[in-house]
């Protein structure tokens, strides 16, 4: 395969990846979650800010702190085409999967 073809494989099934994604992503916001029998949407909401408050305390008082997001390591010059052959066989691998999937 020659490097431009498996670039623009590549770049495709990316492109394919992010469409899906994107796809579910806007069908999950469209659906709201319902709230149980018996109980309002304001009052689940409240429930919810309470839990999440409460874990937000929870970790200031353990003493949780932020994490440092990880540097981003520089591949050596001679690793650019592994890394690009193995992006292009998961990506395949992925469609092909999907094919079966939505398929069935």
């Known amino acids: 395969m020659c490097k431009t073809h498996a670039g623009r494989a590549s770049f495709l099934s990316a492109l394919l990846i992010c469409l899906v994604c994107c796809a579910g992503a806007a069908d ?4 709201a979650p319902v709230p149980p ?3 309002t949407q304001q ?17 200031k008082h ?5 994490v440092k997001p990880a540097e ?3 591949a050596a010059a001679g690793d650019d085409n592994d890394v690009e052959d193995v992006a ?4 395949v691998a992925f ?7 939505l398929g069935a």
């Open 37 to 39: 029998p018996g109980m």
């Open 28 to 31: 999950a916001q469209t659906n």
């Open 95 to 101: 469609v092909a999967r999907a094919k079966s999937v």
């Open 62 to 66: 353990e003493g949780a702190s932020a």
């Open 88 to 91: 292009s066989a998961q990506a």
């Open 72 to 74: 981003p390591t520089r």
């Open 43 to 59: 009052q689940l909401d409240s429930l919810v800010d309470a839990i999440s408050n409460r874990v937000v305390e929870k970790l």
